[in-house]
C-alpha cells in the first residue's frame, strides 16, 4: 500500500530506524517486532482511507512507536506501558525535528492504544491507531500471535477436556485458546472506526472457525459447538 502523502515517505524510514532500534535493544519478540509496527501502519492506512480529515504523519508516527517500550503482558507494569512508550517517542521525535505542534497528538494516539492501559482515545487519530493496533491481534496473523506470546508466558494450548469452556470459567493466562472468547471476541464492537469493525468482524470469523475445528480435533469429537 502506497503512503497517502509525500511527507510521510521521508518521515517513514525514519521512525522504522526507531522502531528497529528499540526492538534490538529489548530483545526479540516476534508478536512485537518491525514487521508488526509496518502491519499496523497498513492497517492504519486502510483506515485512512475512509477519513480524510484525519492527521496521516500523526497516525504514521503512532503506529511506528507505540511499542517503543514493550513490557511483557504478564508484568505488573503492563498498564503503563503505553504512557512510558509516549514519553520516550515524544522525546526521540524532537530530537529528530519531527513538527512540535504533532509531539502531544502522537504521544496521546500512542498512550491510548493499549487495552490493558484503558485510556480513552479522544482524538480521530488515537481512534485509528488503537483499532489498527487491534486489528492485528485478530485473523491468521492475530491467531499465530495469540500461541506465539502464550508460548512465552508458559500457557497450555488450551483445557485438557474442556477446550470451549463449556462447563468452566474462561482462564487464558492458562490456556491459549480461552483467549479467543476472554478478550479477542470482544474486539469488534470496541473498535472506534466503522471501517475498524467491518475488518474486525471479518478476522473475528477466522478465529471462532479455528476454535471449532481446535476443539474437534482436541477433543476427538466432530464438529464441537462453539
Request: charged share 20%.
Amino acid at each position: 500500500m502506497q503512503a497517502l502523502h509525500p511527507e510521510l515517505d521521508g518521515w517513514q524510514p525514519r521512525l522504522a530506524q526507531l522502531a528497529a532500534q528499540a526492538v534490538a535493544d529489548q530483545g526479540p519478540d516476534g508478536a512485537h517486532d518491525l514487521n508488526h509496527f509496518e502491519r499496523v501502519w497498513r492497517n492504519a492506512q486502510a483506515l485512512l482511507a475512509h477519513h480524510d480529515q484525519a492527521d496521516p504523519l500523526v497516525v504514521l508516527a503512532a503506529c511506528y512507536l507505540h511499542d517503543l517500550v514493550n513490557v511483557p503482558k504478564d508484568d505488573p507494569r503492563r498498564s503503563i506501558a503505553s504512557r512510558l512508550s509516549a514519553e520516550l517517542a515524544s522525546e526521540r521525535l524532537a530530537a529528530l525535528g519531527f513538527p512540535a505542534d504533532k509531539l502531544a497528538a502522537v504521544a496521546h494516539a500512542i498512550e491510548a492504544h493499549s487495552f490493558s492501559a484503558a485510556i480513552p482515545a479522544t482524538t480521530l487519530e488515537a481512534r485509528i491507531v488503537q483499532d489498527a493496533d487491534r486489528l492485528d491481534g485478530l485473523g491468521a496473523v492475530g491467531l499465530a500471535r495469540m500461541f506465539y506470546i502464550a508460548g512465552r508466558m508458559g500457557s497450555a494450548l488450551a483445557h485438557g477436556s474442556d477446550p470451549l469452556a463449556l462447563d468452566r470459567p474462561l482462564d487464558d493466562k492458562s490456556y491459549s485458546l480461552d483467549h479467543i472468547d476472554a478478550k479477542l471476541a470482544r474486539l469488534p464492537d470496541m473498535m472506534q472506526t466503522d471501517a475498524g469493525r467491518r475488518l474486525a468482524a471479518q478476522r473475528l470469523a477466522i478465529l471462532t472457525d479455528f476454535r471449532s475445528a481446535f476443539a474437534a480435533e482436541w477433543t476427538g469429537i466432530p464438529h464441537v459447538a462453539a
